[in-house]
């Protein structure tokens, strides 16, 4: 049985801004699947080492995953038709 830790976006706030290198919890995300838009800090987060699974809270489709491991990072956008912010 595996067990998910379900948690907010706010959790992968550090991990984004790793990647981005700014800010991101703000940003807006805009769900492929369903058109929802929501701030990376509403959306769901699944942590499954070594991955995150980041779904939509309204339809929970899979917006990002995120695998870093082997100084990498795989980044899986496309649940996200949109992702918008500013510029920092
Ligand atoms: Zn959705």
């Given amino acids: 049985m595996i ?5 907010d976006g706010n959790a992968i706030g550090g991990l984004l801004r790793e990647i ?12 492929a699947g ?5 701030a990376v800090g509403r959306v ?6 070594p991955g995150t699974v980041v ?3 309204e339809c929970e489709s899979v917006l990002m995953r995120i695998v870093h491991g082997s100084g990498r990072y795989w ?8 992702l918008e912010f500013a510029e920092a």
């Fill in 75 to 82: 980044v899986d956008l496309s649940g996200t038709r949109l």
């Fill in 3 to 7: 067990e998910e830790m379900k948690l």
């Fill in 44 to 49: 769901d987060v699944y942590l499954h080492a």
């Fill in 20 to 31: 981005f290198t700014m800010e991101m919890t703000a940003a807006q995300t805009t769900c």
């Fill in 55 to 57: 779904r939509c809270p």
């Fill in 34 to 38: 369903c058109g929802a838009v929501n």
